[in-house]
């Protein structure tokens, strides 16, 4: 019982390269797979705290693993979206996470070098939370393109300024919660 919460953890990792390949395969059975698989490593991040905290199982590793599985799951979304449609998510907006993420990581190297550490702040959780969201509603956008029913209002949402305009919010409240890690590193 003790492994379940990362192992919810590295079942996140695991899930995105299938994800990424079902994405590059433009068909609606793959499209389908990548959302209901996006959606299961979305749920698994809060599923893994949760299932620690209820089996009073918080370790180390877990605390270590769950926000490098975030990073992988999520990234990992946003550059094959980045591949395959740059005019809705472009590069620089993805490098800007990266960066991001990346800073970040290296702010909390550091504090634990000091022996301290940068605990994941909850303006962090909402960042994450909107940048799963932004992913969840492109894949089902996708997926919607694929049904006649819905292909038009789908092409409408990946064509105009919506999707972009989503992601825009998402890169602003990224880069802000970057500033938020460096103004509590910066105390410590």
Excluded at 92 to 106: E, F, H, N, S
Excluded at 133 to 158: I, S, V
């Amino acid at each position: 019982m003790r492994f379940i919460p990362n192992a919810i953890t590295v079942f996140r990792i695991l899930v995105t390269p299938v994800l990424i390949f079902c994405l590059f395969q433009k068909t609606l059975s793959y499209a389908s797979l990548a959302f209901v698989l996006f959606i299961l490593g979305a749920v698994s991040d809060f599923a893994d705290g949760y299932v620690a905290r209820a089996l009073k199982n918080q370790s180390r590793l877990g605390r270590h693993l769950d926000p490098i599985a975030d990073k992988i799951f999520v990234l990992g979304g946003f550059v094959a979206l980045a591949w395959l449609h740059p005019q809705q998510v472009p590069w620089w907006a993805v490098g800007l996470i990266v960066i991001r993420d990346a800073l970040v990581t290296g702010l909390r190297m550091a504090a634990e070098s000091a022996g301290g550490s940068l605990p994941t702040i909850r303006f962090a959780k909402a960042k994450t939370a909107l940048q799963m969201t932004y992913l969840g509603l492109f894949l089902l956008t996708l997926t919607l393109q694929y049904l006649p029913e819905t292909q038009a209002l789908a092409e409408a949402f990946l064509q105009g300024n919506l999707m972009y305009g989503f992601m825009i919010m998402v890169v602003v409240v990224t880069c802000l919660s970057a500033l938020s890690y460096i103004r509590i590193y910066l105390k410590t």
